[in-house]
């Protein structure tokens, strides 16, 4: 490992739990001696990426970050990293793959990408808008929203999109304690007939629910194998896409064994 | 220059003009060879810091920062950053320095730091609510915000604090043209009797005015040299403050000499 990498691979130790390191622990975590790391971490102060603090002269991260993320973001907006994420997602899983952030109380399709595997694939729109209630982006997102949000949304009359479109509160709510658990959402043609979807939750760097990844397949095709492929690709993805995003599942959200 | 500190200053390199840097670029602006170049930027990559894109395989910011970031505001929340400042602002100057941030058509004070260079200073209170037209934190903002907000706050009645506010949107119009030029705003017994106060706007990672950095004296100690003091140093802490926020001034912000 190179000597950048070392004071890179410091950086990787903090975390909201540990936002602040002593020298010792550091050097302790990071297997390196006192001399060494102290060194890595001098370099790292002078240019704004820790900073010292409090009377034990712990680190945190520094200022630097602020105006690099910005950077950042200017340069890598929001949808070309999903963009970027849902490929993989499809060429993993041979489906159709899309990312619908929240506004107000729908969810906005936002990027979406097939695969060439199959002929047949379901095919989205650009900045198609999804009922909550009736898709799996929908569910994913209310299982992991504030509860009065959640009681706002099924205090409305429920359209039924088509015939197999769950529409009754209480049987939804029951959904939402399994999606809670599983970390996934699952529709079977609520939205589209013969559309089989999973979804995951996205959520922002204050651990609020933004949105969702979801992969959607014929019914015709889904069998166990698919589902369970599905599953752990959309689950692994949309982690890595929330990580990407500089956003953080809270601790409730399932980990992924 | 240590390895590290020769790998972070790469990263400094990347700019809003300037988002994505090829191998050869980065080695003349770092004035470093070509095989060190490309070591360190590999390094750099291993760890999201950057990321190569396009045909040409040029590097841009990576991943990382948008993490790192969230978990910097985490530990070190926009307030403490801001107290850090004034802290400062007021120790060079001998008087009261305080930040607020805009809310709708006014402004909060949400920090403010004293000096006690002087038996008498101006005295704030805390989440003390700001016009924007009879302060010269009010002023700094409106210079710096859109032309459309600019005309809805001069639309209404303009409220007289003291007898010395100006409420003539003419007269106004003319203060916001002289520090569009300056880059600070002055108010002499706008708001209070007997304070004299200079203000320099603050501006967010999209170079929007989000608020304002204020140094407020008593009329009585101000002369030609204090205000001087003053204006140079309110610029500098206000210009360090915004860079610190991750914030970034519009291209017409005067800049400083």
Do not use: W
């Not at 095919?123 to 898709?135: C, G, I, K, S, Y």
């Not at 599942?249 to 980990?255: C, M, N």
Request: proline content about 5%; overall charge negative; hydrophobic content about 40%.
């Amino acid at each position: 490992m190179g000597t950048t990498s070392k004071a890179l691979s410091l950086l990787e130790l903090f975390s909201r739990a540990t936002p602040e390191i002593g020298l010792s622990e550091f050097a302790r975590r990071a297997g390196m001696n006192k001399a060494t790391t102290y060194r890595l971490l001098t370099e790292l102060a002078a240019h704004g990426f820790v900073e010292q603090t409090g009377s034990g002269r712990e680190y945190r991260l520094g200022p630097a970050f602020l105006r690099l993320s910005a950077l950042r973001e200017a340069a890598v907006p929001m949808r070309e990293v999903a963009l970027g994420v849902l490929n993989d997602l499809s060429k993993a899983t041979g489906e159709t793959a899309h990312m619908s952030l929240l506004q107000g109380e729908l969810l906005t399709s936002v990027a979406y990408t097939y695969s060439d595997t199959h002929g047949t694939q379901v095919r989205m729109e650009d900045a198609e808008v999804l009922m909550l209630h009736a898709t799996s982006s929908g569910l994913a997102v209310l299982a992991f929203s504030p509860a009065d949000f959640v009681d706002q949304v099924l205090s409305q009359p429920l359209k039924a999109r088509t015939p197999d479109t769950v529409t009754d509160p209480a049987q939804i709510r029951q959904q939402l304690k399994q999606i809670r658990q599983n970390g996934f959402a699952v529709s079977i043609s609520g939205f589209e007939q013969d559309v089989h979807s999973h979804a995951v939750p996205v959520f922002d760097s204050s651990s609020a629910c933004i949105g969702a990844v979801a992969v959607a397949a014929p019914v015709a095709r889904m069998d166990d194998e698919l589902q369970s492929l599905i599953q752990t690709e959309v689950l692994n993805h949309t982690t890595r896409l929330t990580r990407l995003l500089g956003g953080f599942a809270p601790p409730s959200f399932p980990t992924i064994t």
